[in-house]
């Protein structure tokens, strides 16, 4: 246990977020998505909701403040104007822990699983929501 690390932030996780350097992209997946098939480090989360395994990676993962976009969601249903309860929710998680506005960039589901192959590693978690999928761009801290 280490004090004020979040405790889900796992001895594994915390490894691979310090490793990341800027510019890198982590995946935040739902119990649906294929993890094992992008080919990239995964880091299993067990059964928690993608919104609290973002809560605790966000609490030390700055996203890319160089980028229109650090924060990337899976379509859903062919449709880029659709978004789930999650996605909404994420996003507003997301806004508020970098204490700026962010919009989504929004990725086709085969694009998806195409652009996994060059993500850093993933996170998965055990959540049962549809498209609970995410890119989050690392970006850097200017402290």
Excluded: W
């Amino acid at each position: 246990m280490l004090k004020g690390i979040d405790p889900l932030l796992s001895g594994d996780l915390l490894h691979i977020l310090d490793d990341m350097g800027h510019g890198d992209v982590l995946m935040l997946v739902d119990r649906n998505y294929p993890a094992v098939a992008s080919g990239r480090p995964v880091i299993r989360l067990g059964e928690v909701t993608v919104l609290r395994a973002a809560q605790a990676i966000l609490s030390v993962f700055p996203l890319d403040s160089f980028v229109d976009r650090p924060l990337e969601r899976m379509e859903v249903d062919n449709d880029p104007s659709k978004t789930t309860p999650t996605q909404d929710a994420m996003l507003k998680l997301a806004s508020e822990s970098e204490g700026r506005q962010l919009e989504y960039g929004i990725v086709p589901r085969l694009d998806f699983y195409e652009r996994a192959k060059s993500a850093f590693a993933v996170v998965h978690t055990l959540d049962t929501v549809p498209y609970g999928c995410f890119f989050l761009q690392k970006g850097v801290i200017f402290e």
